[in-house]
């Protein structure tokens, strides 16, 4: 996926952690939409160089259940 953003571009291999807005730019050819959908960047939450390839999937919460 597409990601426009203002910040400094990675280098091959960084893993990065974003916050930003889905978009969709309508491209229409020959009487077939061909549109791309993309993201907007709006901020950057974390940033790691190089090939620690460390996951930036949230964590589930964990979660007790009490019973009286």
């Known amino acids: ?7 400094t ?9 974003l916050k930003g807005q ?8 020959g009487g077939q939409e ?3 959908v993309y ?5 950057q939450l974390e940033r790691n160089a190089g090939s620690n390839k460390q996951s930036f999937l949230p964590h589930s919460p964990q979660k007790s259940l009490h019973y009286s």
């Not at 996926?1 to 910040?7: A, D, G, K, L, P």
């Open 9 to 17: 571009l990675p280098e091959v291999g960084d893993g990065i952690l």
């Open 39 to 43: 993201i907007q960047e709006q901020e």
């Open 1 to 7: 996926i597409w990601i426009v953003t203002n910040q």
């Open 34 to 36: 061909l549109g791309e």
């Open 22 to 29: 889905l978009k969709y730019q309508s491209v229409p050819i």
